[in-house]
T-cell receptor, first 116, second 116 residues
Framework: GAVVSQHPSWVICKSGTSVKIECRSL??????MFWYRQFPKQSLMLMAT?????????EQGVEKDKFLINHASLTLSTLTVTSAHPEDSSFYIC????????????FGPGTRLTVT | AQTVTQSQPEMSVQEAETVTLSCTYD???????LFWYKQPPSRQMILVIR??????QNATENRFSVNFQKAAKSFSLKISDSQLGDTAMYFC?????????????FGTGTRLQVTL
């Protein structure tokens, strides 16, 4: 199956700083990628849809100025958490559909963010 | 908007036994996909099984099978001959098919523990 990677797998940052998380589709092109947030023992909550060549679409309640998404190429989307606060600490997961009429989505391994 | 409900927060089953996880959903769409994803302690999301709504035949993947009741909007997962490696969170998910791959709506998850 297709492979999606995320980097870093774990990051610790101080309050007020910004941190960037990368999501890459390694063996296929993805014009769309999705970013999820998962709190401990909870489900995945969709944050935004990343679109190559256009602005991201954010879900209701997600601050677009805080969670900046850039779909730089057909294989890379980045999520930047700006001015991070401890409440931003969470597990962030990206996914990408392989497209071509195939509706299966491939998930990255996730990034654990801890804000101190 | 679509909603997905998993009414069993936790389940336990003995090794080699059979267990069924429940999922119901609500949608006004006629064409859609339903999925079961597994999230082991590594937190990597793994696709277990997929069902296209237009197919009456229930999907089967080795020890995993579904009971899809479209009229009742029910989509349960049966795991036969349970193995210790099946211990994980299981998420039911819905995706509408609007021509291109779309976002997933997840249920709250069921934590499955397989015991000796």
């Amino acid at each position: 199956g297709a492979v999606v990677s995320q980097h870093p797998s774990w990051v610790i940052c101080k309050s007020g700083t910004s941190v960037k998380i990368e999501c890459r589709s390694l063996d296929f092109q993805a014009t769309t990628m999705f970013w999820y947030r998962q709190f401990p023992k909870q489900s995945l909550m969709l944050m935004a849809t990343s679109n190559e060549g256009s602005k991201a679409t954010y879900e209701q309640g997600v601050e677009k100025d805080k969670f900046l998404i850039n779909h730089a190429s057909l294989t890379l989307s980045t999520l930047t958490v700006t001015s991070a606060h401890p409440e931003d600490s969470s597990f962030y997961i990206c996914s990408a559909p392989q497209g071509g009429g195939r509706y299966e989505q491939y998930f990255g391994p996730g990034t654990r963010l801890t804000v101190t | 908007a679509q909603t997905v409900t998993q009414s069993q927060p936790e389940m336990s089953v003995q090794e080699a036994e059979t267990v069924t996880l429940s999922c119901t959903y609500d949608t006004s769409e006629n064409n859609y996909y339903l999925f079961w994803y597994k999230q082991p302690p590594s937190r990597q999301m793994i696709l277990v099984i997929r069902q296209e709504a237009y197919k009456q035949q229930n999907a089967t993947e080795n020890r995993f099978s579904v009971n899809f009741q479209k009229a009742a909007k029910s989509f349960s997962l049966k795991i036969s001959d349970s193995q210790l490696g099946d211990t994980a969170m299981y998420f039911c998910a819905f995706m509408k098919t609007a021509g291109t791959a779309s976002k997933l709506t997840f249920g709250t998850g069921t934590r499955l523990q397989v015991t000796l």
